[in-house]
Nanobody
């Protein structure tokens, strides 16, 4: 199962973006899926995750601003990002956890700047 991330771009502080991660097969192949980000010079960090059963979790830094969701009919996971801050600037990656392996999508750049 492959993952294809999209939706990044340049946005002003306070703006919004929606990232998409489309899977090549049913997203229920994954035990869980998540969004990670990596800023220059920093380690990759978990931003948000959604389990197969639908439970979600968020990094403290994005709680109340970001929402992870999925559309099983489209085999797609989303990350709605509101009230974006310059510190949200990073390359965002989607990840799917399979029973015995993980699958990463390619990154999509998000830049928050005036």
């Amino acid at each position: 199962v492959q993952l294809q991330a999209s939706g990044g771009g340049l946005v002003q502080p306070g703006g919004s973006l929606r990232l998409s991660c489309e899977a090549s097969a049913t997203i229920f192949s994954f035990n869980s899926m998540g969004w990670y980000r990596q800023a220059p010079g920093k380690q990759r960090e978990l931003v948000a995750s959604i389990a197969r059963g639908g439970s979600t979790s968020y990094a403290d830094s994005v709680k109340g601003r970001f929402t992870i969701s999925r559309d099983s009919a489209k085999n797609t996971m989303y990350l709605q990002m509101n009230s974006l801050k310059p510190e949200d600037t990073a390359v965002y990656y989607c990840k799917g956890s399979l029973p015995f392996s993980v699958q990463w999508g390619q990154g999509t750049q998000v830049t928050v700047s005036s």
